[in-house]
Nanobody, 123 residues
Framework: VQLQASGGGLVQAGASLRLSCAAS????????VGWFRQAPGKEREFVAA????????LYADSVKGRFTISRDNAKNAVWLQMNDLKPEDTAVYYC?????????????????WGQGTQVTVSS
């Protein structure tokens, strides 16, 4: 599976962005998908994850209530809707496909990773 993350950009605090993760070569409709982010000088951290059917989602406490993960298996795509963005959300965002059908907070088990998309939030 090859993953392509897109939709990042430079926005002001309070704005919204919608990140997309598209799979090619193979479908990821049977796999959990997660979003992670890495800010400059920091370790990569979990943001959100969704199980294969979309019925189970997980969020980091820092984004809960502001970000929403969703998917459409017919389109082989996963999205991360980010509202009320804050400067601390500035990071490179990565999507990843899990080996299993489940949503997971830990990087272990995420086998395929996209190249990342930059999100910059100015104050």
């Amino acid at each position: 599976v090859q993953l392509q993350a897109s939709g990042g950009g430079l926005v002001q605090a309070g704005a919204s962005l919608r990140l997309s993760c598209a799979a090619s070569r193979r479908t990821f409709s049977n796999n959990g998908v997660g979003w992670f982010r890495q800010a400059p000088g920091k370790e990569r951290e979990f943001v959100a994850a969704i199980n294969w059917r979309g019925g189970s989602t997980l969020y980091a406490d820092s984004v809960k209530g502001r970000f929403t993960i969703s998917r459409d298996n017919a389109k082989n795509a996963v999205w991360l809707q980010m509202n009320d963005l804050k400067p601390e959300d500035t990071a490179v965002y990565y999507c990843a496909s899990h080996l299993s059908a489940y949503a997971s907070r830990t990087e272990d088990g995420y086998r395929y990773w996209g190249q990342g998309t930059q999100v910059t939030v100015s104050s």
